[in-house]
């Protein structure tokens, strides 16, 4: 193969440049909408060795540099002494930008291993465990925010999961507190797309870590899930961004939970309400449709 040529390396460099710039509007926005970190923030930014991570730090410290608020940042990572999890990896990293980190060592693995029989999946009881020891590091380091690398791909894989399989409407919350009410996790990356984060960590170098170690494999549900927006990205374009801004987009009064709106109340007023049904109209979802109106909702 022949080596790029200027313009082609010229081309690849603002790419790069773009994408970077995407990142950083994306994640300060998320930042910003949702209240994230606040001046006097101390964040404690948790790394596994994945791109995702990895993408986290990098744009957060990039947002640090030039941010109003002064916020500090901690990056820790939790060895969970799988066989052949390369240790060196990350502290190397780490040395190497110069800033605050805890590498903390337990053995997670062993107690996974024990505790669920082969072949059964290892992730929820893996990541349960693992939740308790960075909430336990967040107190000992005065964190307060516990920034998480989930992406926009993550979330929109939850809510199918918790719509197809969990009977639930629910994603996964920018911004939580956590479950022992000590701390508050938050996800930057919200708006950020999976193949954006693919491509920054190439574009970066990130030394990543394999996250098949543990010899887990994804559960089957979630494969189906991803196998169905990766359809969607590919044959309706636009389709997956739709959903997603339906999710900042919710009118409790058109579904039906009675816990988040009070049907019994409903009464007739003699005024109009801005988010009264126009019950005889029909929905107009052509024009606001991003995705080919061959597969939008069929009106008759
Ligand atoms: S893939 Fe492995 S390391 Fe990751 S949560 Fe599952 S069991 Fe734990």
Redesign the pocket.
């Given at each position: 193969m022949n080596a790029p040529d200027h313009k082609q390396l010229e081309k690849q460099r603002l790419e790069a440049n773009k994408l970077e710039k995407r990142l950083c509007r994306l994640a300060g926005q998320a930042i910003a909408d949702f209240n994230m970190i606040e001046s006097g923030d101390r964040v404690m930014v948790c790394l596994?060795g994945g791109k995702d991570s990895y993408g986290l730090l990098d744009v957060l410290l990039k947002l640090r540099a030039r941010a109003p608020v002064d916020f500090e940042i901690v990056a820790v990572n939790l060895d969970?002494k799988?066989p052949g999890y390369p240790a060196h990896v990350l502290p190397e990293y780490l040395k190497s930008l110069g800033i605050p980190f805890r590498i903390v060592e337990q053995d997670?693995?062993s107690v996974?291993k024990r505790l669920i029989p082969e072949g059964k999946?290892?992730?929820?009881?893996?990541?349960r465990l693992?939740r308790g020891v960075l909430y336990r590091l967040a107190g000992e380091l005065g964190a307060t925010r516990i920034a998480l690398g989930h992406h926009r791909d993550d979330i929109l894989e939850t809510f199918f999961l918790n719509l197809f399989f969990g009977g639930k409407l629910k994603a996964m919350p920018p911004k939580l507190g956590s479950d022992d009410g000590r701390h508050v996790v938050i996800r930057p990356l919200a708006y950020v797309k999976e193949s954006d984060l693919a491509r920054y960590a190439e574009v970066r170098a990130f030394p990543i870590i394999p996250?098949?170690?543990?010899?887990?494999q994804?559960h089957l549900q979630r494969k189906q899930v991803k196998q169905l927006l990766r359809l969607w990205e590919k044959e309706f374009p636009g389709r997956v961004e739709t959903v997603f801004n339906s999710l900042q987009r919710v009118v409790p009064s058109h579904l039906l939970d009675r816990q988040l709106f009070d049907f019994p109340a409903v009464a007739a007023g003699g005024g109009a309400t801005a988010e009264g049904d126009k019950v005889f109209d029909i929905e107009d979802f052509y024009s606001t449709a991003t995705f080919p109106l061959r597969d939008a909702v069929e009106l008759k």
């Open positions: 596994s969970q799988h997670t693995y996974v999946t290892m992730c929820s009881l893996c990541s693992r996250c098949d170690l543990c010899g887990s994804d």
